[in-house]
T-cell receptor
Framework: NAGVTQTPKFQVLKTGQSMTLQCAQD?????MYWYRQDPGMGLRLIYY???????DKGEVPNGYNVSRLNKREFSLRLESAAPSQTSVYFC???????????????FGSGTRLTVV | AQSVTQLGSHVSVSEGALVLLRCNYS??????LFWYVQYPNQGLQLLLK??????LVKGINGFEAEFKKSETSFHLTKPSAHMSDAAEYFC??????????FGTGTRLTIIP
C-alpha cells in the first residue's frame, strides 16, 4: 500500500539547470497537487490537476510546469532552476471529482531541492 | 478573501499538560477543516477532519478539535501531551473548489 510516491527524495541543482520531479499514486484518485513548503509560510499550492488531462495554476506557479501523464502520475518540471526555488516539494492526491465528498489529501514524503 | 490563520508559530508545553493549538478561518460559508501533523523530515499526515457532521471531531493519537461557527475557529487539543507529539501542526481549509489552503504551521515542543 504505497500511497503517494515521490522521486527523488533529495536533489541539488545549479542555477539554470532543469529537472523533473516525479509523483505517482496508486489509490485511483482523480485529483493531484504539487505544493512547496518554506519556513514560516506553510504549504503553498503550485499546480493541481482535478482530473486526467487537466491542469490549473495554483498560488505560486511561476517558474514551474506540470504534466498529468495519466491518472496515476503528475510531474513537476523546473525549466531553469533559481535559488528562490530551493524548497521542499510535496505531491498529494485526493478522490476529488464532482459529487464526491473530499476527505482530504494523501501526501508523499517530499523532495528536498537545493538550487545553488 | 477566504483564508486560515494559525496563532503562534511555536508552542511549548510540559509533558502531561494540555495541548491547545489555535486555528481561525475566514469565510462566508463554513468550509471543510483539517489538521495535519508533520514529523521531522516526513510528509504530512492527516490528524482529523471536519466535514459538516459532528462539530467535535476526534482524530488519531488522542487529538480532537471543535468546530465553532460563531468564533470561526477549529482549535486542536489534547488533554495530556506526550513526548512523541513534538512535531509541526498545520491547519487547513477547503472550500468549494476542493483545493486545500494551509496555515503557516505551529511547531509544538514538549518539555520533559
Amino acid at each position: 500500500n504505497a500511497g503517494v510516491t515521490q522521486t527523488p527524495k533529495f536533489q541539488v541543482l545549479k542555477t539554470g539547470q532543469s529537472m523533473t520531479l516525479q509523483c505517482a499514486q496508486d489509490m485511483n484518485h482523480n485529483s493531484m497537487y504539487w505544493y512547496r513548503q518554506d519556513p514560516g509560510m506553510g504549504l503553498r499550492l503550485i499546480y493541481y490537476s482535478a482530473s486526467e488531462g487537466t491542469t490549473d495554476k495554483g498560488e505560486v506557479p511561476n517558474g514551474y510546469n506540470v504534466s498529468r501523464l495519466n491518472k496515476r502520475e503528475f510531474s513537476l518540471r523546473l525549466e531553469s532552476a533559481a535559488p528562490s526555488q530551493t524548497s521542499v516539494y510535496f505531491c498529494a492526491s485526493s478522490e476529488g471529482g464532482a459529487g464526491t465528498v473530499n476527505y482530504g489529501y494523501t501526501f508523499g514524503s517530499g523532495t528536498r531541492l537545493t538550487v545553488v | 478573501a477566504q483564508s486560515v490563520t494559525q496563532l503562534g508559530s511555536h508552542v511549548s508545553v510540559s509533558e502531561g499538560a494540555l495541548v491547545l493549538l489555535r486555528c481561525n478561518y475566514s469565510s462566508s460559508v463554513p468550509p471543510y477543516l483539517f489538521w495535519y501533523v508533520q514529523y521531522p523530515n516526513q510528509g504530512l499526515q492527516l490528524l482529523l477532519k471536519y466535514t459538516s457532521a459532528a462539530t467535535l471531531v476526534k482524530g488519531i493519537n488522542g487529538f480532537e478539535a471543535e468546530f465553532k461557527k460563531s468564533e470561526t475557529s477549529f482549535h486542536l487539543t489534547k488533554p495530556s501531551a506526550h513526548m512523541s507529539d513534538a512535531a509541526e501542526y498545520f491547519c487547513a481549509v477547503m472550500f468549494g473548489n476542493e483545493k486545500l489552503t494551509f496555515g503557516t504551521g505551529t511547531r509544538l515542543t514538549i518539555i520533559p
